[in-house]
């Protein structure tokens, strides 16, 4: 299938938003829901979900490069595009977070805090913060993504070695009241990596097909890694603040692998589509909602643990992370699917171009309309 500009459609990226953004739902449910009562097995199954911006990274990466790498883009018009679905969504989602944190009245001291926290996204919309900077610097992204298609395992080695350094001294510096984690070059090694996945896509997908088992047992060995340094972290500290810093060596590692292992599961969707269309429309729906149901999934979490706090469902925190993760991916994708299909709404996920220009088109394709501008 070709996309409307010519170039292919890939499949396998919305297998991999898909899976993402359900990690990341699902990991913000078991901080808030299991990880206060049952604090060692619930900071394991974090770091085991701990896997989302690393990957949303490599997406991001993969998407430029993908769309621009093979021509030059119009960068006023590049800019003025990323920033309308990214910045006012941002602007817009911010306050509101902030008046469920700070009091909205008297607006002075509201106004205030939104200022404060305008630079970090008041935590959980870091990675709009983080995305803003790296459309700032896509000429020379995708200057070194085309470098990097003569020379990819040159560039592959630098960006696994960059990572490893930067998250480490992240971590430590973090420490320190300094704030690499804001810094897009605290990550580019993640976008680049994306970003050469896209450019030598055929054959990174041949190779994954290839090796779906081997891989299989890499995601194995990840998972048996991070158990064992969490296990360690938390026999020297006990604390699970220490056990689940993401600033780590091992987090890019096992980041890494996840990823691919989400890559590796995408080729097989791309076959398996056809056979199996239910999961085709459920995975199409999830992947191409994962930036809006980033942006409001944190108001059906915390919604959720607020009523049943008190109640007996708060008695098995386990079957309480299930259900909180459930609910906030179904009201996220419930309330994304109305924004998107509402012209004037769209835009606060992220979707005003595409919205508006489909309604014009099928607006332009009615008799009636026809008749009025023929």
Same mark, same amino acid.
């Given at each position: ?71 030059? %883009? ?202 199996? %269309? ?97």
């Amino acid at each position: 299938m070709a996309s409307p500009k010519g170039r292919s459609y890939i499949y396998a990226i919305d297998f991999v938003r898909a899976g993402t953004i359900i990690g990341v739902v699902m990991v913000h449910s078991v901080r808030f829901a299991l990880a206060a009562s049952a604090p060692l097995w619930g900071g394991l199954l974090q770091m085991f979900l701990q896997y989302g911006r690393e990957s949303f990274m490599v997406v991001t990466g993969f998407v430029l490069a993908h769309q621009y790498l093979d021509r030059q %883009p119009n960068w006023w018009s590049f800019w003025s595009r990323r920033y309308q679905a990214v910045l006012f969504p941002y602007l817009v989602w911010l306050a509101l977070f902030v008046a469920m944190s700070y009091p909205l009245w008297p607006l002075i001291p509201w106004f205030k805090e939104y200022v404060r926290v305008l630079p970090t996204g008041n935590g959980h919309l870091y990675y709009l913060v983080l995305t803003m900077e790296l459309y700032v610097v896509a000429p020379l992204f995708l200057a070194l993504v085309a470098w990097g298609r003569r020379h990819p395992w040159t560039l592959a080695s630098f960006a696994v070695i960059w990572e490893l350094g930067s998250w480490t001294l992240a971590g430590y510096l973090g420490e320190r009241s300094f704030a690499p984690q804001m810094l897009v070059i605290t990550y580019t090694g993640y976008f680049l990596l994306g970003g050469l996945a896209a450019a030598h896509w055929s054959h990174v997908r041949t190779w994954a097909k290839a090796h779906a088992a081997m891989v299989s047992a890499l995601v194995v060995a990840g998972l048996v890694l991070m158990a064992g340094v969490y296990g360690a972290d938390w026999a020297w500290k006990h604390s699970l603040g220490f056990a689940t810093n993401v600033f780590q060596p091992v987090s890019v590692v096992y980041s890494l692998i996840i990823t691919l292992g989400l890559f590796t599961a995408g080729t097989w969707f791309e076959g398996a589509r056809d056979r199996r %269309p239910t999961w085709d429309v459920w995975v199409r729906r999830i992947g191409n909602a994962s930036f809006g149901i980033y942006l409001v999934h944190p108001i059906f979490v915390h919604g959720w643990l607020d009523f049943t706090g008190p109640s007996a469902l708060a008695i098995n925190p386990w079957l309480n992370t299930l259900l909180t993760a459930l609910v906030a991916l179904s009201m996220s994708l419930l309330t994304i699917s109305w924004l998107q299909g509402r012209a004037r709404l769209a835009w606060l996920v992220g979707k005003p171009r595409t919205v508006v220009g489909r309604l014009r088109r099928v607006a332009a394709q009615s008799p009636k309309s026809s008749t009025l501008t023929g």
